[in-house]
Structure formats: structure tokens, C-alpha cells
């Protein structure tokens, strides 16, 4: 496994400037037009076959080799509005109010490229069957761009996944992610003046907040796990004119992805309820449907063992002071609950040990388009140290930690445990794709 590694270290200026290009110009979801087109150049240039999917021009499959097994990285490069940051222990924003990469999809994509590409180079040196994919998935903060590439039917030849995100600690990720509906209700009423005549009106936002009532008497009565959240985004113009139209958005999270339909399908019955009561109407537009992820025990033990042969991952006093000093302006529980996850013995900011699994057996709150991956081929979630304890994502200090040097460094170590990962799967001299294919099948007949 050792020319794997050194396949990594041979393109790490190239994964380096990868990221930091895409970290210095955020782009939001289905708007990634330069952060594709820069994956394209670098994957064509090394001889991948690259094509788009049809009705998302910001994806892409990069592949390369050909026969089975058939292996696939994920690569993630949207950023999040109103989070522009310098590296920097201080508030300071490139661009007012512009986007940042809060969530470290620079370092989640450079890193997963640069896996792929080492893995390209193996499997040209060995001249065996066998084909690695990168799929450049767009809007994963939308939740939409890998249902569009699902629906395209891009995963359904797969014999394997295997996805990453930037995170706290070095550890094959066990819990998993919630299901997600989001939704956004629209009442229809009567406009009239509220002084002068109120009998005459029918107000759209009586509907909504009705509604609201409504689903707040819900929550005693749907699955532990399951929540709703919501805000209103119309309310109408003026206090004096009764609304003809508002609207509120919802979301409804719950451990799998039935559950979230079940408890959907009330939430509509109880807009419905509102719009009698108020003699309005209603109608909803469905904006995103995440299913929730299927682990697969079997990969996340073989994907754990690599990280024990990449061993652990070593930070300087620069990664260490330019952490500590984006730690201190967070609350100290921030870093007082990260430690409560695994010993750190070092008593560092940035845990460079190599874990056990993380969180088997347990459901994570956020969610993520990833889901729809998981329902069609074995599937592990793995994560690299990028972050100090206790930062949080989607965060201006999330998004400096994203463009600093101890982020990166985190990306290159994931970028030889994906490969070296990838690797032994395709020699695969314990059958462990046979095994996954087992208990997936396993999981998907209960």
C-alpha cells in the first residue's frame, strides 16, 4: 500500500490548489459553473471519461478503467450563503453577506479527487478490471443534486460507495442521518380592508397560523425522533389589509425515511384543517425528500482498518495556534462536549488520533441528499480531522478553518484512506464486497 500513498504525496500540490481555488470562490448550489468546470479539466486531463447529467449541467461522473467491481467517491463543491470568512481567529468577511464554504466542500471534493486520481494511476500500473468513479454531486446544501443524479440512474451500476466529510476526529462515521421533507404551504384568502371590513376578507395568514397551531399539537403524537420545524415566509404587506396570501415553510425530520412520509402526510391534513376553518385554500410544492442512510457494518470495519494503517495525522504549532485561537470564540461547552466523544489524550484542539467507529448504532439529527446513494448500493460515511473540537459547521469559523492549512491537511490524509480503502477492495482477497452486498440486500428485504 505504500505507492498508494505515494501516488497521494505525488499529487498533493494539485489537491491542495484544487481546494483553495474552490474555497476562494464560494459558489451556492446549481450555480457551481467554475467549481465544475475546474473538476472537469483536472479529471480529463488525466484521462477519466467525464460527462454531465442530463438537466444538471454543475455535475459530473469522472470515471476510469473498466469492468467490475465498480467503486465510487463523492465529491461535494457548493458553498452557503452569508458565510464569507477569512482564515482568520476574528470575524472577518471576504465579501459582505457573500458565501463561504461553511461546511468544507472544498476539502470534502479536493480530497475525494485526489483519491480517485491515485486510484486511477494504481489500476493503470496493475492492468486489472476494475473502474473508480467520482461523482461531482451538485446542491448538496439544497438536498436535491444526487436525487437528480439517482433519477439518471448514475449509481445503479455501483458495487460500492464510499463518502467523506470534514469533521473533529479521524473515524469511519456509524451513526445515521435523518430523512428530510421540506415543504412550503401557500394559503389563498380574501384581501380587504381590516378596518373598514374585516367580514369581508378571509385571511391567508389566519390559515398559517392556524396551521402552525395545528402542528404544534402534532408533536405529542408522532414517532420519538421525529421533528418539524417552520418559519413563515409570507405574512402579508401591511396589518391594515387582511392577507390574501402567505406561506410557511416546513421541514420534518425522522430516523427513516417512511416515518417522515407517514408524519408529511399529517402535516398536510392539518393545513387542510386550517384552510377550512379560515374558508382559505391551500397547496403545497414539495422542495426536497432525503432519504435517510443505510449503513452497512461490513464496509465501515474494513474502512476502519485503513485508517489504522494511514495511522494518525500530525498538526505543527501553527495548526495548533490558528485552532485554539478559532476555538476561544466559541462557548467553552462547545469544546467540553466535543471531548466527551473519544479520549484525547494529547488534550489538543485538534485530535489527529485515529478513532473507533463513531456513533454505531445511533441516528445523527442533520441530513443530507447522501441518502439516496445508500438505498442503492453499499455505502460507508467517513470523516478527517479539519476542524478543531467543538467548531461547529455552517459557521463563519467553520468556513476559516475550511481555507486553513490544518484543513487541508486533513483533506490529503482522507484523500490515502479513501484510496488505500479503494485498493484493497478491488484486490478484495477476504471477499468484503460480497459480504456488503449481503447485508444490504439483508437490510432492504425488512
Given at each position: 500500500?505504500r505507492?498508494?500513498?505515494?501516488?497521494?504525496?505525488?499529487i498533493?500540490?494539485?489537491i491542495?490548489t484544487?481546494?483553495?481555488?474552490?474555497?476562494?470562490?464560494?459558489e451556492?448550489?446549481?450555480?457551481?459553473?467554475k467549481s465544475?468546470?475546474?473538476y472537469?479539466?483536472i479529471?480529463?486531463?488525466?484521462?477519466?471519461?467525464?460527462?454531465?447529467?442530463?438537466?444538471?449541467?454543475t455535475?459530473?461522473?469522472a470515471?476510469y478503467?473498466?469492468?467490475k467491481p465498480?467503486?465510487?467517491?463523492v465529491?461535494e463543491?457548493?458553498?452557503?450563503?452569508?458565510?464569507?470568512?477569512?482564515?482568520s481567529?476574528?470575524?472577518?468577511?471576504?465579501?459582505e453577506?457573500?458565501?463561504?464554504h461553511?461546511c468544507?466542500?472544498?476539502?470534502?471534493g479536493?480530497?475525494?479527487l485526489?483519491?480517485?486520481?491515485?486510484?486511477?494511476?494504481?489500476?493503470?500500473t496493475?492492468?486489472?478490471?476494475?473502474t473508480?468513479?467520482?461523482?461531482g454531486c451538485?446542491a448538496?446544501e439544497l438536498?436535491?443534486g444526487?436525487?437528480k443524479?439517482?433519477?439518471?440512474?448514475?449509481?445503479?451500476?455501483l458495487d460500492a460507495c464510499?463518502?467523506?466529510?470534514?469533521g473533529m476526529?479521524?473515524?469511519?462515521?456509524?451513526?445515521s442521518l435523518s430523512?428530510?421533507?421540506?415543504?412550503e404551504?401557500?394559503f389563498?384568502?380574501?384581501?380587504?380592508h381590516?378596518?373598514?371590513?374585516?367580514?369581508?376578507g378571509?385571511?391567508?395568514l389566519?390559515?398559517?397560523?392556524l396551521?402552525?397551531v395545528g402542528?404544534n399539537y402534532?408533536?405529542?403524537?408522532?414517532?420519538?425522533?421525529?421533528k418539524?420545524?417552520?418559519?413563515?415566509?409570507?405574512?402579508?404587506?401591511?396589518?391594515?389589509?387582511?392577507?390574501g396570501?402567505?406561506?410557511?415553510?416546513?421541514?420534518v425530520?425522522?430516523p427513516?425515511?417512511?416515518?417522515?412520509?407517514?408524519?408529511?402526510?399529517?402535516?398536510?391534513?392539518?393545513?387542510?384543517?386550517?384552510?377550512?376553518?379560515?374558508e382559505?385554500?391551500?397547496?403545497?410544492?414539495?422542495?426536497?425528500?432525503?432519504?435517510?442512510?443505510?449503513?452497512?457494518?461490513v464496509?465501515?470495519?474494513?474502512?476502519?482498518?485503513?485508517?489504522?494503517?494511514c495511522?494518525?495525522?500530525?498538526?505543527d504549532?501553527?495548526?495548533?495556534?490558528?485552532?485554539?485561537?478559532?476555538v476561544?470564540t466559541?462557548p467553552?461547552?462547545?469544546?467540553?462536549?466535543?471531548?466527551?466523544?473519544f479520549d484525547?489524550?494529547?488534550?489538543?484542539?485538534?485530535?489527529g488520533?485515529?478513532?473507533?467507529i463513531?456513533?454505531?448504532g445511533?441516528t445523527?439529527?442533520?441530513?443530507?441528499d447522501?441518502?439516496?446513494?445508500?438505498?442503492r448500493?453499499?455505502?460507508v460515511q467517513?470523516?478527517?480531522?479539519?476542524?478543531?473540537l467543538?467548531v461547529?459547521?455552517?459557521?463563519?469559523?467553520?468556513?476559516?478553518c475550511a481555507?486553513?492549512?490544518?484543513?487541508l491537511k486533513?483533506a490529503?490524509?482522507?484523500a490515502?484512506?479513501?484510496?488505500?480503502?479503494?485498493?484493497?477492495?478491488?484486490?478484495?482477497?477476504?471477499?468484503?464486497?460480497e459480504?456488503a452486498w449481503?447485508e444490504?440486500?439483508?437490510?432492504?428485504?425488512?
Amino acid at each position: 500500500m505504500r505507492q498508494v500513498f505515494d501516488y497521494v504525496d505525488d499529487i498533493e500540490k494539485q489537491i491542495e490548489t484544487l481546494s483553495h481555488e474552490i474555497w476562494s470562490y464560494p459558489e451556492l448550489g446549481l450555480q457551481e459553473e467554475k467549481s465544475a468546470s475546474l473538476y472537469r479539466r483536472i479529471f480529463e486531463d488525466h484521462g477519466f471519461l467525464v460527462h454531465s447529467v442530463e438537466g444538471l449541467p454543475t455535475s459530473l461522473v469522472a470515471e476510469y478503467g473498466q469492468g467490475k467491481p465498480i467503486l465510487g467517491f463523492v465529491g461535494e463543491y457548493d458553498a452557503l450563503p452569508g458565510l464569507s470568512q477569512e482564515v482568520s481567529a476574528s470575524k472577518q468577511p471576504i465579501e459582505e453577506g457573500g458565501p463561504g464554504h461553511g461546511c468544507g466542500h472544498n476539502l470534502l471534493g479536493s480530497a475525494s479527487l485526489g483519491a480517485a486520481l491515485a486510484v486511477g494511476r494504481y489500476l493503470k500500473t496493475v492492468n486489472q478490471p476494475g473502474t473508480i468513479r467520482f461523482y461531482g454531486c451538485p446542491a448538496e446544501e439544497l438536498g436535491v443534486g444526487k436525487i437528480k443524479m439517482d433519477e439518471a440512474g448514475v449509481f445503479d451500476d455501483l458495487d460500492a460507495c464510499l463518502a467523506w466529510h470534514p469533521g473533529m476526529w479521524n473515524a469511519v462515521t456509524g451513526s445515521s442521518l435523518s430523512a428530510l421533507i421540506k415543504a412550503e404551504f401557500f394559503f389563498e384568502g380574501t384581501t380587504s380592508h381590516a378596518g373598514a371590513h374585516p367580514e369581508l376578507g378571509r385571511s391567508a395568514l389566519d390559515g398559517v397560523e392556524l396551521m402552525n397551531v395545528g402542528a404544534n399539537y402534532l408533536r405529542e403524537h408522532i414517532p420519538e425522533g421525529t421533528k418539524l420545524h417552520y418559519i413563515i415566509t409570507n405574512g402579508g404587506q401591511a396589518a391594515n389589509i387582511v392577507p390574501g396570501h402567505a406561506s410557511v415553510q416546513y421541514m420534518v425530520r425522522a430516523p427513516k425515511k417512511d416515518v417522515a412520509h407517514e408524519v408529511f402526510a399529517r402535516l398536510v391534513k392539518v393545513a387542510r384543517g386550517a384552510a377550512m376553518m379560515t374558508e382559505t385554500s391551500v397547496d403545497f410544492a414539495m422542495e426536497k425528500d432525503n432519504y435517510d442512510t443505510k449503513n452497512n457494518v461490513v464496509l465501515e470495519d474494513f474502512v476502519s482498518s485503513s485508517y489504522a494503517f494511514c495511522g494518525p495525522l500530525d498538526f505543527d504549532q501553527e495548526d495548533l495556534a490558528l485552532a485554539q485561537a478559532i476555538v476561544d470564540t466559541l462557548p467553552p461547552e462547545n469544546y467540553r462536549e466535543a471531548l466527551k466523544v473519544f479520549d484525547n489524550p494529547a488534550g489538543t484542539v485538534l485530535d489527529g488520533m485515529v478513532h473507533s467507529i463513531l456513533g454505531r448504532g445511533e441516528t445523527f439529527g442533520a441530513s443530507s441528499d447522501l441518502g439516496q446513494i445508500t438505498y442503492r448500493t453499499p455505502t460507508v460515511q467517513c470523516s478527517a480531522t479539519c476542524f478543531p473540537l467543538g467548531v461547529p459547521l455552517h459557521t463563519w469559523q467553520a468556513t476559516a478553518c475550511a481555507g486553513s492549512t490544518f484543513g487541508l491537511k486533513g483533506a490529503i490524509y482522507m484523500a490515502k484512506v479513501l484510496a488505500v480503502s479503494a485498493v484493497r477492495l478491488f484486490e478484495d482477497e477476504t471477499n468484503v464486497l460480497e459480504k456488503a452486498w449481503k447485508e444490504f440486500k439483508a437490510n432492504h428485504s425488512r
